[in-house]
DNA sequence: CAGTTTTCTGTGTACACGCACAAAGTTACG
DNA sequence: CGTAACTTTGTGCGTGTACACAGAAAACTG
């Protein structure tokens, strides 16, 4: 049976006014009165009707959520996706997106966006971050106004987030290494392609699967040869180029893995290069991706789930703020392995 | 803005009433009144508040569901799990579930079930179906009472469902042999665990995976050998007899895939005598097949999200039969494959 | 200091929210 | 007058919230 606030008034012996006062701790109640109550739900285990409740709900909540800037078809439209998926299941209760990008290669953007959020008003904070030090100061001053915050696609240590939900980057890169050297021939060469370092420490997540690509060989006991394939964001037109000399200089390269979302770089060269005897794994499925995927220049692409982090953090800091439900802090999300047969079959939440 | 009922009827220039009679379908409208509110329901694409419409909601719907038996720790339990999860996400709307199981091994017991299930009044069934012609003759009895029903865990051709969620067998077949002669050396010869067919044609999703292993090698021109390994369920206790028999007869078997659930049968072998040097791909996480993943005996776990065939069942049912929501029939489930890494981030839904 | 007014705390109540449904009242038309 | 086709009105669902109102304590009176 459904137990309403009508029947914990009832059985306490006081009215639902005072009931609902309790709930939401908005004073004017007598030590007798909420003891009674207390009692009472402690007993019964009230959970409000969050449908309804939102119904009646005239409260309205402000929701920043700061990522840097977004591009259609790449890895972080997904999360805004999940963004709406949740606000949609949500629809009755009244928040307020504020969306700030900052632009991920100017660190001068990203300190001013941040300055900006820490002055608005705002009832949660969602934060995609890039840089270490600037997310830190955002936070702690996020910290002296209580304002709950939340990390999608990566946790930044020296923080203290009411939730992060996030992929376990140093694992992603040991699977990323364990798959390629299972269908490598031993002892293969291994590429591993990384962009150029823009900015400060950032790229944390690359620089976790950096690591688990190591360790794998490191563990195992494995002596493939890892070189480094460069590569520049900012001038893809050089592109060709580096690739070109890169796979002059080494002939023996077996397997590739990208650490990055950029996988589709060494695909397309791949193609248009007719190579078919180097296996490549990549992470994220952006829309290239997915299509060097199905047209097996990819062998194994990893997902990571973002529609699912954007959902959850909406998800999260809604039933915190309006529910004062007990929050999980960490999270980690599922790394899913796809293949050619199965992405045609995959959708997230 | 949020579109009302009362907004529809101000626009059409008619009473609440009678926009609530027309999307009920309860009679007593002219012509007139329906063209004019028909218009502008399709202007503004109408969608009730389903939480509140739930709560007014008076009508009980019961929704019946059949399988086989279930054990803890199953395959099948998950779909019960996703069943109860939906259920409570729907907990303004009145169902009564009636579960019915039958037994797999046993065609009478199934016959039993179903003839009774078709006598019962329901307004949808859900069919894990095992028995074709049993499943057809109690899904064409429920046509003729247009009782909707919906399938989980594999189509049964031959019979119009509503919808079905499963997943695509026969490439989880061709993915799993795929997988398997990608991390074993070229030619090694692979054993295929196939337990004794109980029944009549039943199975059906075994046989759709063993195809797809064999179009695998056949397509790829592979020359692998493919040995059956024979196996009872009925008689466990003849198992280690009939793997020893096996592993002495085929010397070179350098991998083995299990297109049933039941590949813990094998990991649990390889535990016993120390077998390292034959890679496992299997499928289905129950929980004695997770843990032999993690043990490293298990190298590729394919699962089938049960939890969400069973969650989309129930969601597809009560949209459809509460909300009059249009249904897609076809619903293939992803196919995720697990490693000992990813396992632990994993859960559905 | 008794008597009156003001303030302050609790407390209960009424209503709104959007929808389903039912009953009773109102047209228009044959 | 009867009936089809409405409209009007009201109720219930569970919750949040404004508001009125109680009773008591505090602050003024003469």
Chains 1, 2 share one sequence.
């Not at 059985?11 to 009692?39: C, F, M, P, Q, Y």
């Not at 460069?230 to 390269?253: A, C, M, Q, W």
Request: hydrophobic residues 35%; aromatic residues 10%; neutral net charge.
């Amino acid at each position: 049976m459904k137990v309403r606030i009508k029947d914990i008034a009832e059985r306490a012996g006081v009215s639902t006014g005072t009931v609902d006062r309790i709930l939401h701790n908005r004073g004017n109640v007598s030590e007798t009165a909420r003891e009674a109550v207390d009692k009472i739900l402690k007993e019964v285990n009230y959970k409000p009707n969050i449908h309804i409740s939102g119904m009646s709900l005239k409260r309205k909540y402000r929701i920043i959520i700061t990522t840097h800037i977004v591009f259609p078809g790449e890895y972080w439209e997904s999360i805004y996706q999940g963004v709406d998926k949740a606000l949609a299941e949500y629809d009755n209760i009244k928040v307020d997106l504020v969306i700030c990008h900052y632009n991920q290669y100017d660190i001068y953007s990203c300190r001013n966006v941040y300055s900006q959020i820490a002055t608005m008003e705002a009832d949660g904070v969602i934060i995609g971050p890039t840089f270490k030090e600037e997310t830190i100061k955002l936070t702690t001053e996020l910290e002296k106004n209580s304002i709950p915050y939340i990390f999608v696609d990566s946790m930044m240590q020296g923080t203290n987030p009411l939730a992060y939900f996030s992929s376990d980057h140093y694992t992603c890169g040991y699977l990323m290494c364990k798959l390629l050297t299972s269908i490598t021939p031993e002892n293969s060469e291994i590429g591993i392609l990384q962009a150029e370092r823009i900015g400060d420490g950032s790229a944390n997540t690359t620089i976790l699967r950096k690591k688990g690509v190591n360790d794998y060989l490191n563990e195992k006991g494995l002596s493939n040869k890892l070189h480094r394939i460069p590569f520049s964001v900012l001038e893809p037109e050089r592109t060709d180029l580096l690739l070109s000399k890169f796979f002059h200089t080494y002939k023996n390269i077996g397997g590739i893995v990208v650490p990055n979302s950029r996988g589709n770089v060494i695909a397309d060269y791949f193609a248009k290069n007719d190579i078919k005897n180097i296996r490549l794994v990549c992470v994220d499925i952006t829309e290239p991706n997915a299509r060097a995927l199905k047209e097996g220049h990819i062998d194994f692409l990893i997902g990571q789930e973002p529609e699912r982090q954007g959902f959850m953090a909406i998800k999260t800091l809604i039933e915190y703020l309006v529910y004062r439900n007990p929050v999980k802090v960490d999270n980690f999300v599922p790394l899913d392995i796809l293949t050619k047969e199965t992405i045609d079959y995959y959708e997230t939440i």
